[in-house]
């Protein structure tokens, strides 16, 4: 079951520490790409092979001669940069317009826009099932909870738009409003919600029955630690004595977050260091000595990447616990930022990184210790039933002495 969150979630960043650049840039990026540019409107030459200086002004020729049609420079200049990066034939790396960069830049500080949902495909009615409901946002101030399903966005029936059209639908400009058509039990309401700007929730915890706390990561922004931090210390302080993280689905973040969330959890050592397109081998985190003195476990599928995994990778190269379910997804390399000077940025790979250890789980996964195979009714209804009830969730309070029935 496709689970599709309300914001968009990303994949591992840095911020620029003094003398060297690393994850985010606000440069120029080389005069190539200025020249790509440049070429768009001026027609002038490129510093790059004269044989692609020549064929792009042949083919500019050909256009203003032949093109039937009114082209429009400024897709044709996006669509120029989009194809340079396309051609690095890196599926991590990716150019972004104005709008684009402004909207990730917020989404990774931990800002966003929308209704504060996270929703999955209801495998029966094909409904958006709501799995999770920001505290701070607008669908909670209207009134959907965890275990709505919402029929119908503006009268619109969500079986018959489909799963994404129908969460892309939701999206409105701030201040708009979108009815739902809300099935709560055997009732049928109608909740209006007003679009708006927010903090993103990415944690969410509980303590369950023996004394388990559960905590959910969804993903990892500038706000993650702190809400990581206030959740194990909150089932802390009501008597937790084993923690169950749960990286299911998550597919990263920044680098700045989670090694932060790292250091709170593990002793002192190498929490991470990256091998540079150059040959240069840098240590990125370390953590000091004080850490959480608990039995911990981590669930993983085959959608945990990234950040994620390297959240992973640390409770078990640092001893503090075993990783649960399937083995994940295998992205263990790094990606900086760098803004153009209209204030329209690439992302590309600059490094591999290894977690404690000198471990890498890049293009390989990581295996879990403690192998969970779910069947095919199992997955699609893993979020619509409790914990208690999930086979991945269960061997892992085993694995830490826990009993569920």
């Not at 990286?247 to 709170?264: A, K, L, P, W």
């Amino acid at each position: 079951m496709e689970e599709q969150e309300v914001i968009r979630e990303e994949i591992p960043e840095k911020k620029p520490e003094k003398g060297r650049a690393k994850l985010i840039f606000t440069v120029v990026l080389t005069a190539v790409i200025t020249a790509f540019i440049t070429f768009s409107f001026c027609k002038s030459y490129f510093y790059i092979e004269p044989t692609v200086n020549t064929k792009l002004t042949e083919l500019q020729n050909i256009v203003d001669r032949y093109y039937y049609g009114e082209p429009d420079p400024d897709n044709i200049e996006k669509s120029m940069l989009e194809g340079y990066v396309y051609g690095l034939n890196d599926k991590y790396s990716y150019y972004y317009d104005i709008s684009d960069s402004d909207k990730r830049s917020e989404d990774l500080k931990g800002n966003t826009t929308g209704i504060g949902i996270i929703v999955v495909q209801h495998p029966e009615t094909k409904n958006l099932y709501v799995k999770n409901v920001y505290d701070n946002a607008p669908a909670n101030t209207a009134g959907l909870i965890p275990g709505d399903q919402i029929a119908a966005i503006d009268l619109k029936s969500v079986p018959e738009l489909g799963f994404m059209e129908a969460v892309n639908s939701i999206s409105r400009e701030i201040g708009e409003t979108v009815d739902l058509t809300v099935i709560r039990g055997d009732k049928t309401l109608t909740l209006t919600v007003t679009y708006s700007e927010f903090v993103s929730q990415t944690v969410f915890y509980k303590l369950l029955e023996n004394d388990c706390g559960y905590v959910e990561i969804t993903s990892f922004n500038g706000e993650t630690p702190a809400q990581f931090k206030k959740a194990v210390n909150d089932l802390v302080l009501e008597g937790a004595t084993s923690l169950i993280f749960d990286v299911r689905g998550n597919g990263g973040g920044t680098v700045d977050s989670v090694t932060e969330m790292v250091d709170f959890l593990c002793p002192e050592g190498t929490i991470m260091t990256a091998k540079y397109a150059d040959g240069t081998i840098e240590t990125v985190a370390t953590s000091d000595a004080s850490e959480i003195d608990l039995p911990m476990a981590v669930l993983t599928d085959e959608t945990t990447a990234s950040a994620a995994e390297l959240f992973t990778a640390s409770i078990r190269e640092f001893g503090k616990g075993v990783s649960v379910g399937a083995k994940t997804y295998g992205k263990g390399v790094m990606q900086g930022t760098y803004y153009l000077s209209d204030g329209s940025s690439v992302v590309i790979t600059i490094a591999e990184f290894f977690v404690h250890n000198d471990v890498s789980f890049n293009e390989t996964g990581i295996e879990p210790q403690v192998p969970v195979t779910l069947t095919e009714e199992q997955r699609a209804y893993r979020h619509l039933r409790p914990l208690t009830e999930d086979p991945v969730f269960i061997a892992a309070a085993e694995r830490l002495g826990e009993k569920y029935d």
